[in-house]
């Protein structure tokens, strides 16, 4: 069975105008190992998919499952764990706590719900990968915004996610930085073994991934 399959999922939301549906029996099955990116134009919808497949909202209808887990059977505290543990996010602006070390923002999902020590070799590990071996005791506002965001992959790597999802993880970034960023993306998601989906805007970002879908009047279709 694939690492994620989604089924027929299906998204709306009440309006004054009525029902507003914004996705429409979507369907996706990737494995680990492998990438998926998401095209379409602005309010068709990416983000609200991309919030669905991470668990930060339910969808309307249809079935999703990661690793054998079906995240919308389980509590909120069991939701929370899941998506801590299976689930990584890299987001257009990096999110990273201004007071804290890139060090210290790379570890920060470990840190979450832990009761024991936190592997910081595996943050200096990650962030050696990502190029940024020189810039551990660093706070965010004292690197570019490049390093920030690949710092930001290094943090959604660290707790060896199943998912990682990234939405417009370039879209901040100048043309350099942003072929660094996708240049790590590319190659870490294979290394770590972990199913990728980014929404992009940018067609040649898109055009690195074997996989990609466009996202029109609610439907998922290959292109």
Same mark, same amino acid.
């Given at each position: 069975?694939?690492?994620?399959?989604?089924?027929? &999922?299906?998204?709306?939301?009440?309006?004054?105008?009525?029902?507003?549906?914004?996705?429409?029996?979507?369907?996706?099955?990737?494995?680990?190992?492998?990438?998926?990116?998401?095209?379409?134009?602005?309010?068709?919808?990416?983000?609200?998919? *991309?919030? &669905? $497949?991470?668990? *930060?909202?339910?969808?309307?209808?249809?079935?999703?499952?990661?690793?054998?887990?079906?995240?919308?059977?389980?509590?909120?505290?069991?939701?929370?764990?899941?998506?801590?543990?299976?689930?990584?996010?890299?987001?257009?602006?990096?999110? *990273?706590?201004?007071?804290?070390?890139?060090?210290?923002?790379?570890?920060?999902?470990?840190?979450?719900?832990?009761?024991?020590?936190?592997?910081?070799?595996?943050?200096?590990?990650?962030?050696?990968?990502?190029?940024?071996?020189?810039?551990?005791?660093?706070?965010?506002?004292? &690197?570019?915004?490049?390093?920030?965001?690949?710092?930001? &992959?290094?943090?959604?790597?660290?707790?060896?996610?199943?998912?990682? $999802?990234?939405?417009?993880?370039?879209?901040?970034?100048?043309?350099?930085?942003?072929?660094?960023?996708?240049?790590?993306?590319?190659? $870490?998601?294979?290394?770590?073994?972990?199913?990728?989906?980014?929404?992009?805007?940018?067609?040649?970002?898109?055009?690195?991934?074997?996989?990609?879908?466009?996202?029109?009047?609610?439907?998922?279709?290959?292109?």
């Amino acid at each position: 069975m694939p690492t994620l399959t989604v089924e027929k &999922i299906s998204k709306s939301y009440d309006s004054p105008g009525g029902t507003l549906q914004v996705l429409c029996d979507v369907d996706l099955s990737i494995d680990c190992g492998q990438a998926a990116v998401i095209m379409g134009p602005s309010g068709c919808g990416k983000s609200t998919l *991309l919030n &669905i $497949l991470g668990s *930060l909202e339910q969808p309307t209808g249809g079935r999703i499952t990661l690793d054998n887990v079906d995240p919308t059977t389980l509590d909120e505290k069991g939701l929370a764990a899941f998506r801590n543990r299976s689930i990584g996010f890299v987001f257009q602006d990096h999110h *990273l706590l201004p007071h804290l070390t890139v060090l210290e923002n790379t570890m920060l999902p470990a840190l979450v719900g832990s009761s024991g020590e936190v592997d910081e070799s595996r943050a200096r590990e990650l962030l050696a990968k990502v190029g940024l071996a020189d810039r551990l005791e660093h706070l965010p506002a004292e &690197i570019s915004g490049g390093e920030r965001q690949r710092a930001a &992959i290094a943090r959604a790597l660290m707790n060896r996610p199943k998912l990682v $999802l990234a939405d417009e993880p370039t879209g901040n970034l100048d043309r350099v930085s942003a072929d660094r960023v996708a240049d790590m993306l590319q190659s $870490l998601h294979r290394e770590q073994n972990v199913v990728l989906i980014l929404v992009t805007h940018s067609e040649p970002f898109a055009r690195r991934f074997d996989k990609r879908y466009e996202l029109l009047e609610g439907r998922l279709k290959a292109c």
